[in-house]
Every structure is written in structure tokens, then in C-alpha cells.
């Protein structure tokens, strides 16, 4: 039963069934009966593990094969009409080509199984920054997901009416054949399509697809920004709340940041923090004149290993109904789920994430996966921000740079302007490990963590930062800053303790976006005295703070060489004001 009348949706919807030989269509009313029926199939199948409802209400167990666990980078392109607008950071396939094959591979590719008609909308439905999608799809899983990450039912198509501004997603499991897996967005189209993966971040389409790389490419035409940010809010004893957005490549805190329990010290002097997103936010300028924010997604796709009652107990508690585990172990002793790093307790009677038995005291592999994930509602966590559902979003007033540099960048420092600001966020990035690659200490850099995720051009992404600077007032703008949790000492120990403790950083930005505290100022720009971040009840010394704020020059000497060597990747689409600000820098260091 088709649930509208808007004859581009229709047309869509049509076309592609067509075209993937879909034996019937549903369309997902947003109607939880209908979800429980899907649930009851998906279980029946084998597609869905129903878990011990007892200790874990409403939450499912799936397993994808073996060959698909992650992204994809490597499959992932921008099909921009012009090459040159895709960029040196992104893949590009010609949109003419890519059509063609990926036609030839959806061709029959349902095999006259059920078309599934996902209408879902990117934020609270009908809002002022939110955005709506179309997803076609052949999996239960995805349908089931959706229902978490994103607002789906009749009142997105209600909120759409008869407009063509919505984004056309296509997925088919195909056979799940790595070597014909394709992650395509043609920007230009307001089109996604993605065959041969069944697995969380390449199929749930509203995701990194339409959010970050679809989206980044309307917001520059549109004049908003979609960003790879955590949006959180700050309540400080006297009850007022600011807000700031924080941008870190993977593996670098996010989560944790985004639902960081202050100390007790805080606590009890009656500071909270509330989580508005933990991965993406969408930001606009409203009516009066400031930069406001959304979380567009409506749950959690959250990594499960290392997730525990110490590290990020508010994530933790978010997974405990409702929610959807992808390649964890399942405890057969109780049938919950386990994953490395949830405690010291590993089941002995268990099932890994390949489906193998699995005996956590005794066996060399790993129960489940290093990308395993839960899909958890955002309204589960207990930290979430009452101004969650708010359509117009929340003003903010700092952005929050950081990455893993074990040397040279300090523990916090603020950016001098709007443009100084958006040239930190440029060239922000994490060192290689051992682990990760032959190569140690080499700096990959991950522009405001967008490198995988921007959608066109990004020396026209920074352009786009720096025009959006221009649209707001200077007394408006938010603060910028840079952050480094990741210091270490001569062992490779971690110096600062992280976690809830980061609350002593975001604690002096507070205080410096209210003029409070002066700083001092560095060739890179300003830098607490350490006098001024408050470390009681913590067992660290103020000499320890002082070496890990301070600026070295000849460190920084060698960083801009880098950064130069990194800019050229973008010839003659890189900034004027990037490059002046790079010199400057230059300067300022020699001086």
C-alpha cells in the first residue's frame, strides 16, 4: 500500500523495484506493530538472535559475514560530474559509468524478494534543519536499524508532501561479494546506492552517507554545514547550559567526550553534561544571528569493545533495551552479549562473533569483533539533552579540535579568530602507530575529521567553513579550540588521565568563552597558565600540567612543514587564507 501521493517518490520507489525485481513493496509506517512482525520474521530466519528479554528488553543479536565488518574506504566514491570536484581526499568513479554497473549488479538482484520503502527523516520530522530520505532495501537488519538511527514512518512523507527535495538511497545484499561492494554517492543527484554489504555503516544509508558526504555537498550550496561532531551541553551551578561541538577522528575519545560524567569535585558543585549527539551534527545560523546545532541521527551506532561501566557508563546503560548488537560474542550462560573489555569475566560458554563456540577463558581469538557495534536509542541514555528533540537545535558557542599526538600539540589551545580557527581544523590529525602501520609518528591529518566523510572538493570545504564565518558576527561567532588527551611520557604512558578529568579543559573554555581567565600567548595561539585549570582531587602535579601546555618551536618548526607538504595536495583549490594563515604561523616561530 503506497502511503503518498508525491509522484517523484513515486517514481522512485517504482523504478527501482523494476530494476531489482522485487516480488511485492512494503512500506514502513513507523507502526510498531509492523516492526514487531518484521522482528518475529527477522528472528525466524535466523537474520536476528532474540536476546534474554528479561535482562535485556527489545534487543536483537546479529551476525554479517565475516568479509563484511567494516567501511569501506577503498569501495566508497563520489560520482561528481567533474572529477576536479571530487578532490584529492575522496575516490572518484564517473557518474555515467558508475550508473551502468551499478545498474548491471541490481538487476534482478532481490531475486523477487521483499522491496522494503524506508521514508526517514534526518532530524525531528518538519524541522528547520532537518532533511528527509528514501531508503530501498532487501534486509530486515536495516529496516530494524533505521527504525533506531533515524525518525522513519507516514509523517516524514506527510513532512515532504509533494517536494523532490529528498534523498534517493538504494541497497541491495546481492551475495555480499567484497569484490563487487560499492558505496557510491552522486551528490549532485541527491543519490546513494550501495550493493554488496549488509553490514551497519555502509547500508543504513542516512548515516555517513546522506548525513556527512550528501549532506556537506548541500550545506555548502544551501549555506549550513554538516560535520563529523559530538554536541554537548555544559550546565554550570548557576543553570546556564553552553553548548560546543567537537570533531575527533576515530578511536580518539569521542563517545566518551560526548557523555563525559564530570568529577565528583564538579558534581557537586553543580555541573552537569548533557549528550546532544555522539557522532554528527548538523549546524545553521538562526534568527538571531548565532550558529545553531542539530544531531540529525536519532540513536547510537556505537563501538562495543572497550565500552564498560568505567570508561563510558552512560553508553553503556543507552544498550540495555532496545537495542540492536552487530558481531558480539552471545553468552549462552544467560544469552546476553559480551565484547573485549566489557569486564574481566569473559563467558566460558559462548558463542564468537563467526558463530563458533567460543571459550572466553581459554581461547586465543577474540569473542567478538574490534568493529563489533550497538544500535542503541538515543532516548535510552541517561545523560541525553532535553533539548534533544528540539528542531531549531542549540546555540554553539565553541568548536573542539583534537586527535592522538603523543608530542608537539598541547593539551588544550584556542585559536586566535574564526579563519585561525577553521586553519586548526585543517590540519588536525593522529600519528601512526606500530599497530596500525609500518611508518611510526607519521601525522595523518583528517581536516576537522571529515576526510572520509566530505562529500566534494576539500578546498572548497574549507572555503565553505570560511565564508560560513563571514555570515555571523564576530561577537557571535563560536570559540575555537584544540585539544590533545593523547600526551605521552617517555614509556609511551599516557599523561593525562582523560575521561570525565577532560571536564578540567572544557572547565577553562568555559571561563575563556565568558572572558574570565586571560591566556597566554603562543606562536600557535593561546595556551592556559597552568595556574588556571583546576586539578583538585586529582593526584597530578602543576609542573606535569605545565610541560604538557607547553609550545615547543622547533616541534612546531617541523609541523609546518608538514602542513605545508599537506596543503599542496590541494593546488590551487586550497584558500588564500589557509595558506596565509600557514605563513604566518611560520613567522610567528621564527620571530
Known sequence: MEMTTNKQVLDFVNSRAKLVGAGKIVWITGEKEQYDQLTKEAIASGEMIELNQELLPGCLLHRTKENDVARVENRTFICSRDEKDCGPTNNWWNPTEAYAKLDSILEGAYKGNTMYVIPFSMGPVGGPISKIGIEVTDSIYVVLNMRIMTRVGKDVLDALGDSNDFVRGTHAKCDVDPENRYICQFPEDNAIVSVNSAYGGNVLLGKKCFALRIASYQGKNEMWMAEHMLILGIEKPNKEIVYMAAAFPSACGKTNLAMLIPPQGYLAEGYRVFTVGDDIAWIKKGSDGRLYAINPENGFFGVAPGTNKKSNPNALAATMKNTIFTNVALNLENNTVWWEGLDKNPPVNAIDWKGNPWNGQTSTEKGAHPNSRFTAPA?????????????????????????????????????????????????????????????????????????????????????????????????????????????????????????????????????????????????????????????????????????????????????????????????????????????????????
Not at 586566535?416 to 609518528?441: D, K, L, P, Y
Not at 605521552?488 to 572544557?506: K, S
Request: proline share 6%; glycine share 8%; with cysteine.
Open 379 to 591: 532516548v535510552n541514555c541517561p545523560c541525553i539533552s532535553s533539548e534533544f528533540e528540539n528542531p531549531a537545535g542549540v546555540p554553539i558557542s565553541a568548536f573542539i579540535f583534537g586527535g592522538r599526538r603523543p608530542t608537539t600539540v598541547p593539551l588544550v589551545y584556542q585559536a586566535r579568530s574564526w579563519e585561525n580557527g577553521v586553519f586548526v581544523g585543517s590540519i588536525m590529525g593522529s600519528e601512526t602507530t606500530a599497530a596500525a602501520t609500518g611508518a611510526v609518528g607519521v601525522v595523518r591529518r583528517d581536516p576537522m575529521a571529515m576526510r572520509p566523510f566530505c562529500g566534494y572538493h576539500m578546498g572548497d570545504y574549507f572555503q565553505h567553513w570560511l565564508d560560513m564565518g563571514k555570515t555571523v558576527d564576530v561577537d557571535k561567532q563560536p570559540k575555537f579550540f584544540n585539544v590533545n588527551w593523547f600526551r605521552t611520557d617517555a614509556e609511551g604512558h599516557f599523561i593525562w588521565p582523560g575521561f570525565g578529568d577532560n571536564m578540567r579543559v572544557l572547565d577553562w573554555m568555559l571561563k575563556r568563552i565568558a572572558g574570565e581567565v586571560d591566556a597566554v600567548e603562543t606562536p600557535i595561539g593561546f595556551v592556559p597558565k597552568a595556574e588556571d585549570i583546576n586539578l583538585e582531587g586529582l593526584d597530578f602535579s602543576r609542573e606535569t600540567l605545565a610541560d604538557i601546555l607547553k609550545v615547543d618551536k622547533d616541534a612546531w618548526k617541523k609541523e609546518a612543514e608538514g602542513i605545508k607538504e599537506f596543503y599542496e595536495t590541494f593546488g590551487d583549490r586550497l584558500p588564500a587564507e589557509l595558506a596565509k594563515q600557514a605563513d604566518e604561523l611560520i613567522d610567528r616561530l621564527n620571530k
